[in-house]
């Protein structure tokens, strides 16, 4: 009932003086709108790398080989010794490995009746579309008598089916990959061009079987037999990505034949791991706006007070009735700390709905889903109506401290 | 007005013992009372007089609990203001005391109604109809059709009857008036008079502070001050004689 009563001739008090208090509420509203566009822009980000991690699966690590010397030059990633199929297959049997697959991967043009288009081709194991967390919207995946056997099929990504056949039904068709004909029988789900965060598509892919890949598109390699660029394996849940990268590492160490002492000549990439580094760049960026916005709220705060100061002096007189009619110090002190509140309340909601549209155009620039949770409404809020309690202290005390008889012959 | 918590009239409702208050001004020190003995009994209707720095008004804040004194003692209705806190104050400030001032001070943004209410609102026991008592004040003094009406569209008359309603809406024992009738012509004085006088009939303490012997004439009893004391005091013996039994 008291504070009923509080907020009404506060409201009033607001309200009898429009363009004051929104100067005042300014700095409370720039405020909470930083503070609203950085958790958004925080939970954004989160999302989206969480999304990203997911779309590639947190647990997965790829074998490279490394980049060999020539006459003191390094070859780049990849240009070393490749690894075989009995690699992958040692690899699959380490009991902490839930599937592993071999990948050879190169470019080269697919030609359909109705276009042509270059494109990575990938050849893999049985096991590829599950370590790359692939789906398939349309048609089915190889088999794995297909896959041992080499057959001339194919599973193609969401970009290349619309820039082979524009018109849609690819389900079946042939189509020639380095003049080598295929059919296809299953379209991936597609993940979305950011996907892997490298700026690649990673739906312009065709995926064959490994053999047959090798065999008729890629090529072998002269001096290793069955080899596969790279390795892909899942680390089982609940095992750490660590030891299992090591354990990985010393075992190729052996089957490669590394003496003790010499380097690698081969690298295991742990995605997820690069996905959220990328992401640190965001905090720096939430860091900053954090900080904007604790200075805005300050500055807003200061403003608030001073206001209410003057406010508390122009309305000695009011003070002074009130205490001579009853009113306790208690009670103005309320009467002000209310308004203080109220005055920074109302900014934060103005806040709030430009900070809104402070996060609907970060998200759109982040490309990162649209995130306004209600803990980011509440943390803007509460931190509007705190700046009014602090701030509005020192300003309500001093009315509620105001002796009776002197504030009611002021004028 | 009928008050169930009035004192048995064999005690004084205000009495004041030695009352003394001094203003510093600068390196200056101002005797505004001068150890001021009274005693003002329940029902009666008190006017004060005297010129300008008389001490008539600083008589007032203290009796009104909205200043306190430099010495002496002041009772209200058998309680000593100076033992008391602020919240105490506050309180018989609201429930026992009625102001009414020369310059009404109503809250100019609210009707006359919420005006009438305020006291409520501060009150610390819980008042129930709120807005029945604030009604039935303001219709006592003459102004139950005006009671949506904000103080500006009402004539310094009925602003004062609002105040006065304000005064009365808490039922308070005593009802203090610091020159009602100081910004008002003498028509609505004579008005305003009688409310007053009606009022003191009904049962109700009250008193007058004035410069004005005609509105004073309305008053059953006149006090005059003189540089901080009692001039004189149409009561006089009776005061001197019940003093000693209070002490």
Not at chain 1, 87 to 103: N, S
Request: include cysteine.
């Amino acid at each position: 009932m008291k504070l009923k009563v509080a907020s009404t001739s506060a409201l009033e008090a607001l309200i009898s003086n429009p363009l004051r208090s929104l100067l005042t509420m300014l700095g409370i509203i720039i405020g909470v709108a930083s503070v609203m566009v950085m958790m958004s822009i925080g939970e954004g980000a989160r999302a989206q790398i969480d999304a990203q991690i997911a779309s590639v699966g947190s647990n997965l690590l790829t074998l490279n080989p490394g980049g060999i010397q020539r006459g003191g030059r390094n070859q780049g990633g990849g240009s070393g010794r490749p690894f075989t199929e009995a690699d992958v297959t040692a690899i699959a049997d380490l009991p902490f490995v839930e599937a592993a697959t071999g990948v050879l991967s190169g470019q080269a043009t697919a030609v359909s009746e109705e276009g042509n288009w270059v494109t990575t081709v990938q050849g893999g194991g049985p096991d590829y579309f599950a370590v790359n967390n692939w789906t398939i919207s349309e048609g089915r995946l190889f088999t794995d008598q297909e896959a041992r056997s080499g057959s001339a099929v194919v599973v193609i990504g969401a970009s290349t089916v619309s820039n082979l056949f524009p018109n849609g039904n690819a389900i079946g068709q042939r189509i020639r990959i380095n003049s080598v004909p295929v059919e296809i029988i299953g379209i991936l789900e597609a993940k979305g061009q950011s996907g892997g965060g490298m700026g690649m598509d990673r739906d312009d892919t065709v995926v064959g079987p490994l053999s047959m890949v090798r065999n008729r598109i890629v090529g072998g390699n002269r001096w290793v037999s069955r080899h596969v660029s790279r390795i892909q394996f899942l680390v089982r849940d609940g095992y750490d990505i660590a030891s299992a990268q090591d354990e990985v590492a010393q075992l190729m160490r052996d089957r490669r034949k590394i003496a003790p002492g010499e380097a690698d000549n081969f690298s295991i990439f742990n995605f997820a791991d690069m996905i959220k580094q990328r992401g640190a760049a965001m905090n720096t960026m939430s860091m900053l706006l954090a900080f904007t916005a604790a200075v805005s709220l300050l500055v807003g705060g200061v403003g608030v007070m001073n206001i209410m100061l003057v406010s508390v002096t122009e309305r000695t007189r009011e003070i002074g009735l009130r205490m001579a009619i009853g009113a306790r110090g208690g009670d103005i002190l309320i009467q002000f700390l209310v308004e203080a509140v109220l005055l920074c309340t109302l900014g934060g909601l103005i806040g709030m709905s430009l900070g809104w549209l402070g996060a609907f155009g970060a998200a759109q620039v982040g490309k990162w889903p649209m995130s306004v949770s209600p803990v980011i409404i509440g943390t803007a809020l509460g931190a509007a109506a705190s700046v009014g309690l602090i701030f509005g202290f020192f300003p309500a005390r001093r009315a509620a401290q105001l002796d009776p008889i002197q504030a009611l012959r002021h004028d | 007005m009928n008050m169930s918590s009035e004192p048995s009239a064999d005690r004084p409702i205000i009495s004041c013992r030695n009352l003394s208050k001094i203003y510093r001004m600068g390196d200056q020190e101002v005797h505004a009372l001068n150890r001021v003995s009274l005693d003002i009994w329940p029902g009666e209707f008190v006017a004060i007089m005297g010129p300008s720095g008389s001490g008539k008004s600083s008589l007032m804040n203290l009796i009104g609990a909205l200043d306190r004194p430099t010495s002496g003692e002041m009772w209200i209705k058998g309680s000593e203001l100076s033992a008391m806190s602020r919240d105490e104050l506050a309180d018989l400030r609201n429930e026992t005391l009625g102001f009414v001032f020369q310059q009404f001070n109503l809250l100019s943004r609210q009707d006359a109604l919420s005006n009438v209410k305020l006291p409520l609102r501060y009150a610390r026991r819980e008042i129930s109809d709120l807005d029945a008592r604030a009604r039935e004040c303001l219709e006592m003094v003459g102004l139950g059709n005006r009671m949506d009406h904000r103080p500006m569209q009402l004539s310094g008359g009925q602003q004062q009857r609002v105040a006065i309603a304000r005064a009365l809406v808490n039922r308070p024992s005593i009802l203090l008036a610091d020159e009602p009738t100081g910004a008002l012509d003498s028509r609505t004085t004579a008005e305003i008079m009688q409310l007053l006088v009606q009022l003191s009939r009904q049962g109700i303490t009250i008193v007058l502070v004035t410069h004005e012997a005609d509105v004073a004439a309305y008053a059953s009893r006149q006090i005059h001050f003189r540089d901080g004391d009692i001039e004189s005091d149409s009561a006089a013996p009776r005061t001197n004689m019940l003093s000693e039994q209070i002490s």
